[in-house]
């Protein structure tokens, strides 16, 4: 069972970026599908972007396309978040799937389709 670390939340105000980074503890994301997903309180956690585990696909929430970046190397998945809105307040988590396939459609924009979680970071968006 693999063991999700994320890091990188923090304070940013409307229009700037911050980066965040999702680790395994003690092993490597080697063979896993990543997602990015965010939560409010009371409401649903929804799917912000995934990466394929060879790195070569990707999918992103509408809202987030042309903004938001999703980007792996042998250890870490980074979501590089630019231009950030102050709906964007949430708490984000990185999710893993061991799976070779990847899905182009919202297959893995989906919690359900992540059997691995972090604890989340919170990342507030304000002025």
């Known amino acids: 069972q693999v063991q999700l670390v994320e890091s990188g939340g923090g304070l940013a105000q409307p229009g700037e970026s911050l980066r965040l980074s999702c680790e395994a503890s003690?092993?490597?994301?080697?063979?896993?599908?990543v997602g990015w997903f965010r939560q409010v309180p009371g409401k649903e956690r929804e799917g912000v972007a995934s990466?394929?585990?060879?790195?070569?696909g990707t999918k992103y929430e509408y809202s987030v396309e042309g903004r938001f970046t999703i980007s792996r190397d042998k250890n870490s998945v980074y979501l590089q978040m630019d231009s950030l809105q102050s709906n964007e307040t949430a708490v984000y988590y990185c999710?893993?799937?061991?799976?070779?396939?990847?899905?182009?459609?919202?297959?893995?924009?989906?919690?359900?389709?992540?059997?691995?979680w972090g604890q989340g970071t919170q990342v507030t968006v304000s002025s």
């Open positions: 999710a893993a799937d061991l799976s070779e396939y990847w899905y182009a459609d919202y297959w893995y924009l989906r919690p359900t389709s992540f059997p691995y």
């Open positions: 003690g092993s490597t994301l080697d063979g896993y599908v």
């Open positions: 990466i394929s585990a060879d790195g070569g």
